[in-house]
């Protein structure tokens, strides 16, 4: 984690020694990204250096995750993204610009209502987006701070960005997960999860559960409705995508006795690949 201030850095719930700070002689860029980018660009050789001693060579894939709106975290992403792709490089990824994505949030609509930190976020939003467009870096994963904080209302200041970034952490978190286990019935394999992630373009993604599961249209519905209101951004045109994963789970009982389960999971998928445009889909079945 780094940042131009130790404030931003000493609540974080990590080794000390993974923490740098970006001295740039003021606490913080006060919401200037030239400061931020500068910041970046004097301190590179030692990001880089504490990227390796951090994560070490196996590494798949690498997700800069920053909050736009300020000025170090919005100045310096770009920066840290070349960053992170000379670490791809150097620990022997082919295609950096498969590897390495981005995952922002976009600040609230009360922290947004000053105009620098509205137009930071749209800055970087912007050049991010069209570096996602351009095959630069995938995926770009764009977290909707506000539209998290309408769905889960009455959060405590304490719980509030902690329990915003465990969802968004779990969500990206589930699909790894599975794509590492095998399925008797249908593998969502980690090959499916990498074309996924190398795709380019912007990624979101969402869970649900469902409980009428014997109606034919409940789990499609689900699917549907579950891609419209994610806790990412929204406002995505879905028939635009390239490829998509979907995974169905339940449990060992259910998968033994629900007469029609197949063909409602089946007929999910269907809907799913309608609505994405006859997108690649990556399939999983799992118990
Ligand atoms: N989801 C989530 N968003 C966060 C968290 N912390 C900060 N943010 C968002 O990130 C935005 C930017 O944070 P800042 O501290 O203003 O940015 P900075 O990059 O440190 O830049 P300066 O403070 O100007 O140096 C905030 O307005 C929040 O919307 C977090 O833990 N989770
Ligand atoms: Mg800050």
């Known amino acids: 984690a780094v940042n131009t201030t130790h404030h931003d850095l000493d609540l974080l719930d990590i080794p000390k020694n993974q923490k740098f700070l970006m001295n740039i002689g003021e606490k913080g860029a006060g919401k200037d990204m030239e400061r931020g980018k500068e910041a970046v660009q004097q301190h590179q050789q030692d990001i880089l250096h504490l990227t390796r001693q951090t994560f070490g060579a196996q590494v798949d894939h690498i997700m800069v995750c920053f909050g736009a709106g ?31 994505g981005v995952l922002m949030t976009l600040p609230t609509v ?6 620098r930190v509205a137009e930071n976020a749209y800055k970087s939003a912007w050049e991010l987006s069209q570096m996602a467009a351009a095959g630069k ?58 074309s996924i992630m190398e795709s ?25 409705k579950n891609l419209e209101k994610t806790l990412l951004a929204g406002g995505f045109d879905l028939t635009s995508s390239k490829v998509s994963g979907c995974i169905a789970v339940g449990g060992k009982r259910l998968m033994a006795s629900a007469k029609g389960l197949q063909d409602n999971i089946d007929y999910a998928f269907d809907v799913l690949s309608e609505i994405t445009g006859k997108a690649t889909i990556h399939r999983g079945i799992y118990e």
């Open 70 to 100: 300020g000025g170090t975290g919005s100045g310096s992403v770009v920066g840290l993204v070349e960053i992170a792709k000379r670490y791809a490089r150097y620990i022997g990824l082919k295609d950096p610009n498969k590897n390495v």
């Open 110 to 115: 009360g922290e947004a209502s000053s105009p």
């Open 137 to 194: 870096i995938s995926p770009l994963i764009i977290v909707d701070n506000d539209k998290i904080s309408r769905m889960y209302p009455g959060m405590t200041v304490r719980s509030f960005w902690p329990s915003i970034n465990n969802t968004v952490a779990s969500l990206f978190d589930i699909f790894n997960k599975l794509s590492s286990l095998s399925s008797q019935y249908t593998s969502f394999d980690p090959v499916d999860y990498h």
């Open 200 to 224: 380019g373009g912007c990624a979101i993604m969402g869970l649900t559960k469902v409980s009428k599961f014997s109606d034919k249209f409940t789990l499609s519905e689900a699917v549907k």
